[in-house]
């Protein structure tokens, strides 16, 4: 596999941070290539703006996805995001490793994809699900979560963690043709003896090793809908 590992936590130390450590080393030990997006390290800026290009369309009127189809046909976004973009069509498997905050991911992580995300060149022109750029690679969410796992449960005062997750795993992972694979969820690691910690490092070393064979969320095709986008009877 060729892993690309978008991290989203601030703190190095943090439980995230062991989780990130422990699937490199799990991935880089059983042969497999890993490239890490440490964002808060490279300061990755959120914020989507001209400053994701060296060139414009209009340079009058800023429209984002006139100039991100604009930069895709003459190579013209940034340093950063071209950086970034490389990494992603490198990778075969994509995994954003993030805290839940206020029921999403941090705001830096959403930004990435809003900067790296772009269209003409991840997406467009008929371009998406199952005929998306990404088609055929497996993408995953691994989340420490602050909550106990009942609370995210279909009837918990949180909801459903799969409904929390939708956008990311549907939204963006199925919407660019990645096989979105069934999250890794920490639930309270802060309540956690270091005894369930290591456990829990050591189930996400062992799980990420079985990316290419573990269950993917099932999402209908593009053929199954119709002009209308709604689902055939």
């Known amino acids: 596999m060729k892993v690309l590992i978008v991290h989203a936590h601030p703190e190095p130390a943090s439980f995230n941070g062991a989780l990130t ?10 042969g497999h290539e890993v490239r890490i997006s440490d964002l808060y390290a490279q300061r990755f800026d959120p914020v989507s ?7 414009a369309k209009d340079p ?46 941090p705001a830096i992580l959403k930004g990435w994809v809003d900067r790296v995300f772009a269209s003409g060149k991840v997406y467009g022109g008929g371009r998406w699900y199952d005929k998306g750029t990404q088609a055929g690679k497996r993408a995953m969410c691994s989340v420490t979560i602050g909550g106990p796992a009942s609370m995210y449960e279909p009837d918990g005062l949180a909801g459903d963690i799969h409904s929390i997750l939708f956008p990311i795993n549907h939204g963006i ?11 890794f969820l920490v639930h309270a690691p802060a309540r956690m003896s270091a005894e369930e910690r290591a456990v829990a490092i050591k189930t996400y070393a062992e799980r990420v090793v079985r990316i290419p064979e573990l269950p993917t969320i099932q999402y209908p095709p593009l053929d199954r809908y119709d002009a209308a986008f709604r689902l055939r009877k």
């Open 21 to 30: 450590a422990a699937a490199q080393n799990a991935l880089l030990h059983a």
């Open 173 to 183: 992972f199925a919407f660019t043709g990645f096989a979105a694979v069934e999250p």
């Open 60 to 105: 009058s009127y800023f429209k984002q996805q006139v100039e991100e189809m604009h930069a895709s046909a003459t190579n013209a976004f940034s340093p950063e995001i071209t950086r970034e973009m490389e990494s992603l069509f490198w990778c075969d498997t994509l995994i954003f490793q993030f805290p839940l905050w206020w029921f999403s991911m």
């Open 49 to 55: 703006d001209r400053r994701n290009f060296i060139g």
